[in-house]
């Protein structure tokens, strides 16, 4: 049968009680994730992949599965064809991830399949596709990252690879327009760029890289969430009150190097009694 929801009536019409309940029907008896830091990598440069299973019950929960791990080249008439195979057993503790290790010596379009099976011997299968570059690749200017996100005031590092010859670079930390440039040498190869990401890039930040070459123009940029830290202290005016007593909060913001901040906060009262019900 097809996977979707599926309505359960029923009723007692001697009593006049109806129920329902809406199900889940499913073919397999969990899911398979694969993730990685990011979905280009370089010819020859290791990259790891996390893999985990999880129910496909109401509570989802993190399951240990036997699994083979494969990684796959697509070749020139468009089939994929297995260039590295792994097998792992995935965890049922969220402080534990399993990892499997991959490297492409050429570049290429690729993909990585996970294949295992559940209690009934359904086959289970997943998949994330990759592009490997490598010397003949197209693309002469990349920007590499494995982290998106950063709290404000942090460096964001990059790898910007050129496979031009070393050339000066136009680089720009933009957020609704430019808000500082630098001009570099950028190198063949790999080159480590490093921005901090102060309080001129929250929410979101963009570096652009632009080198002009042999008449021909070169642009790549990479973008980062910059969450704004806030720390909030909150004090009363005494520490204990009777019934209807009216009570002050000195509330105070700062952000993440102490400086205070303007912030627009809520407030609740809760009878601590009741978190003892629930």
Same mark, same amino acid.
Not at 182 to 188: A, F, G, Q, W
């Given at each position: 049968p097809e996977e979707g929801l599926? /309505?359960?009536?029923?009723? /007692?019409?001697?009593? =006049?009680?109806r129920g329902a309940k809406v199900v889940m029907l499913v073919n397999t008896g969990f899911t398979i994730s694969l993730d990685t830091t990011r979905s280009i990598y370089l010819a020859g440069e290791s990259f790891q992949v996390r893999v985990? &299973?999880?129910?496909?019950?109401e509570e989802s929960q993190l399951v240990e599965k036997p699994l $083979?791990?494969?990684?796959?080249?697509?070749?020139? =008439? !468009?089939? *994929?064809?297995? #260039?590295? &195979?792994? $097998?792992? $057993?995935?965890?049922?503790? =969220?402080?534990? #991830? &399993? /990892?499997?290790?991959? %490297?492409? @010596?050429? !570049? !290429?379009? *690729?993909?990585?399949? &996970?294949e295992g099976k559940d209690r009934r011997g359904t086959a289970v299968t997943a998949e994330r596709t990759l592009r490997i570059s490598g010397d003949e690749d197209t693309n002469k200017l990349l920007i590499l990252s494995d982290q998106s996100r950063y709290q404000q005031g942090e460096t964001a590092t990059f790898t910007a690879v050129s496979r031009l010859p070393e050339n000066l670079c136009l680089v720009t930390g933009e957020r609704e327009g430019v808000v500082e440039y630098?001009?570099?040498?950028? %190198? %063949?190869? %790999?080159?480590t760029i490093s921005w901090t990401l102060d309080e001129r890039y929250?929410? $979101?930040?963009? #570096?652009? @890289?632009?080198?002009?070459?042999?008449? =021909?123009?070169y642009h790549r940029d990479v973008r980062f969430e910059v969450h704004r830290g806030l720390d909030v202290a909150i004090a009363p005016n005494f520490e204990t009150y009777s019934p209807r007593d009216e009570v002050e909060l000195l509330v105070e913001t700062h952000d993440h190097t102490g400086r205070p901040v303007v912030a627009e906060l809520s407030l609740g009262l809760i009878d601590t009694a009741l978190l003892a019900l629930f």
């Open positions: 599926v /309505l359960i009536q029923g009723s /007692l019409p001697d009593r =006049e009680i985990s &299973a999880r129910s496909r019950d $083979t791990i494969r990684l796959q080249k697509r070749n020139d =008439e !468009g089939a *994929y064809e297995t #260039v590295d &195979a792994k $097998t792992i $057993t995935t965890s049922a503790d =969220e402080r534990r #991830v &399993a /990892l499997v290790s991959f %490297k492409a @010596l050429a !570049g !290429g379009k *690729y993909r990585i399949v &996970a630098r001009i570099m040498r950028l %190198k %063949k190869g %790999k080159n929250s929410p $979101t930040a963009t #570096v652009s @890289l632009v080198v002009m070459f042999d008449n =021909e123009f």
